[in-house]
C-alpha cells in the first residue's frame, strides 16, 4: 500500500515562502510523475506542479510559472514544492500525487493534502 505524507503547510503572510514536502512510503523511482494539486474553497481541485521521474520533465500551472518550484530527492523518497511570493489566492490545502503505470493499467495516489493560507 503506497502512502504519501505531506508536510509543511501553514499560514503565511503575502509574499512569503513555503516549502511542503511529500513523502513516499516506498521508493519515488517506481512512480512515473509524481505532482502538487490544490482545492480552493469552493472551487475544483486544480493541478499546481508535477514532475516526471524519468527524465526530470516539470509542468506547472500558469498562476505559479516562476514563483513555485518542484523538486526531489530520490534518496529522501520525497518530492517537494517550494512555494515563493504566495498570494492570498493560493491558499488551498494541497495534496500530493504520485502515478504508476505498468502495462495498460494507471494507478493514481493521493496524499491527505496540507493546509496553505496566505493572508493579505
Known amino acids: 500500500q503506497v502512502q504519501l505524507v505531506e508536510s509543511g503547510g501553514g499560514l503565511v503572510q503575502a509574499g512569503g515562502s513555503l516549502r511542503l514536502s511529500c513523502a513516499a512510503s516506498?521508493?519515488?523511482?517506481?512512480?512515473?510523475?509524481m505532482g502538487w494539486y490544490r482545492r480552493a474553497p469552493g472551487k475544483q481541485r486544480e493541478l499546481v506542479a508535477t514532475?516526471?521521474?524519468?527524465?526530470?520533465?516539470?509542468n506547472y500551472a500558469d498562476s505559479v510559472k516562476g514563483r513555485f518550484t518542484i523538486s526531489r530527492d530520490n534518496a529522501k523518497n520525497t518530492v517537494y514544492l517550494q512555494m515563493s511570493s504566495l498570494k492570498p489566492e493560493d491558499t488551498a490545502v494541497y495534496y500530493c500525487?504520485?502515478?504508476?503505470?505498468?502495462?495498460?493499467?494507471?494507478?493514481?495516489?493521493w496524499g491527505q493534502g496540507t493546509q496553505v493560507t496566505v493572508s493579505s
Open positions: 500525487n504520485a502515478v504508476s503505470k505498468y502495462l495498460i493499467r494507471t494507478y493514481e495516489y
Open positions: 516506498g521508493s519515488i523511482l517506481s512512480f512515473n510523475a
Open positions: 514532475t516526471a521521474i524519468n527524465g526530470g520533465s516539470t
